[in-house]
Nanobody
Framework: QVHLEESGGGLVQPGGSLRLSCAASGRTFSSYAMGWFREAPGNEREFVAAIRWSGGVIVYADSVKGRFTISRDGAKNTLYLQMNSLRPEDTAVYYC???????????????????WGQGTQVTVSS
């Protein structure tokens, strides 16, 4: 079992920055992939970014490339999402997730992730 807890969401003006954190506990996951997804009201859950825990293979959605950076701290078992140049369309609940199938390349499909956090709200508004 893996427990995930997100933090760092909030209200920010357009052009601002936020850093999300996801603390993981439970089973070891050195070969897992971890990702960030988001869900806005009325929309399906969409992929944001993902990283293979060991080896650091990273995948980004086109909509966030150049603005968001995913990283992890192995010693703290924590996943991060640094979000810069935020836009109103980035407003959503952000979830972190674990894919325990040990993929070489992280999946961009939510159904491949088997552990999820509760989510943290990010609101970009003036």
């Amino acid at each position: 079992q893996v427990h995930l807890e997100e933090s760092g969401g909030g209200l920010v003006q357009p052009g601002g920055s936020l850093r999300l954190s996801c603390a993981a506990s439970g089973r070891t996951f050195s070969s897992y992939a971890m990702g960030w997804f988001r869900e806005a009201p009325g929309n399906e859950r969409e992929f944001v970014a993902a990283i293979r825990w060991s080896g650091g293979v990273i995948v980004y959605a086109d909509s966030v490339k150049g603005r968001f950076t995913i990283s992890r701290d192995g010693a703290k078992n924590t996943l991060y999402l640094q979000m810069n140049s935020l836009r109103p369309e980035d407003t959503a609940v952000y979830y972190c997730a674990v894919d325990s199938s040990s993929p070489w390349r992280p999946s961009t499909t939510s159904r491949n992730y088997d552990y999820w956090g509760q989510g943290t709200q990010v609101t970009v508004s003036s």
